[in-house]
């Protein structure tokens, strides 16, 4: 990989052909990231949704047990 670094680094090229590289290095660099980000919360509990919806207004009220 370090060879078609180098490589990279010495291939003359004008300003359209390095602002392709670069952008295609932006991009796989923050694609890679959000798949990390995404593959790293796999198998873990969904934290409780928190806000209205989840409280006694909202409608996820437990019912009464009668003993």
Do not use: C, W
């Given at each position: 990989?370090?060879?078609?670094?180098?490589?990279?680094?010495?291939?003359?090229?004008?300003?359209?052909?390095?602002?392709?590289h670069v952008g295609a290095g932006f991009?796989?660099?923050?694609?890679?990231?959000?798949?990390?980000?995404?593959?790293?919360?796999?198998g873990q509990p969904s934290r409780p949704?928190?806000?209205?919806?989840?409280?006694?207004?909202?409608?996820?009220?437990?019912?009464?047990?009668?003993?």
């Amino acid at each position: 990989m370090k060879n078609e670094i180098d490589s990279l680094l010495q291939k003359e090229m004008d300003r359209k052909a390095f602002l392709k590289h670069v952008g295609a290095g932006f991009i796989a660099l923050t694609g890679i990231a959000a798949l990390l980000k995404t593959l790293n919360g796999v198998g873990q509990p969904s934290r409780p949704s928190v806000g209205y919806g989840s409280s006694t207004y909202g409608g996820n009220k437990k019912p009464r047990q009668t003993s």
